[in-house]
């Protein structure tokens, strides 16, 4: 299949998408704290999907997932971005502790639109809780289908 890769493994096989010939992404932002039994599960669904970046804003006040230990790490001695090395050219994780802030969701959104994410064709904000329920296997192209059947230079 052109412009996807293959993963497999013991039990089933999950196709990936990867552009091939375009430069076009979908970059995906989130912040998080306190979520990483669950944050695998999450980046391993929407990169299935084809985002990429995944930026990881993590609000916690000691960079847990740079250098807090994976709870269901086989080595046990990891932290969650060293275990997920399998795509690290995916991922962006920034440290962004927000102490005594009203919003900082907002902020952190604000950040990756106007700078973490300023050179993606298309940005997604969302929490870490949501996943995006969709009956279209690759994001990217669908956003770019929908974007010059409506003759419209940005989606938000």
């Not at 704290?33 to 599960?41: A, M």
């Amino acid at each position: 299949m052109d412009g996807q890769r293959q993963l497999i493994d013991d039990t089933k096989q999950l196709i990936v998408y990867k552009p091939t010939n375009s430069t076009s992404n979908v970059a995906l932002c989130v912040m998080v704290k306190n979520e990483t039994l669950y944050l695998d599960e999450f980046v391993d669904f929407h990169y299935a999907l084809g985002f990429s970046p995944i930026i990881i804003y993590d609000n916690s006040d000691d960079f847990d997932l740079m250098y807090g230990l994976h709870p269901f790490d086989e080595y046990a001695y990891r932290s969650w971005y060293e275990s997920r090395e399998d795509i690290h050219e995916h991922l962006r994780l920034i440290h962004y502790p927000t102490l005594n802030e009203k919003f900082p969701h907002h902020l952190s959104q604000v950040q990756c639109i106007k700078q973490d994410a300023a050179n993606s064709t298309f940005v997604s904000l969302f929490d870490a809780d949501e996943f995006l329920g969709t009956s279209c296997v690759f994001v990217c192209h669908t956003l770019q289908v929908y974007r010059k059947s409506s003759n419209i230079s940005h989606i938000i």
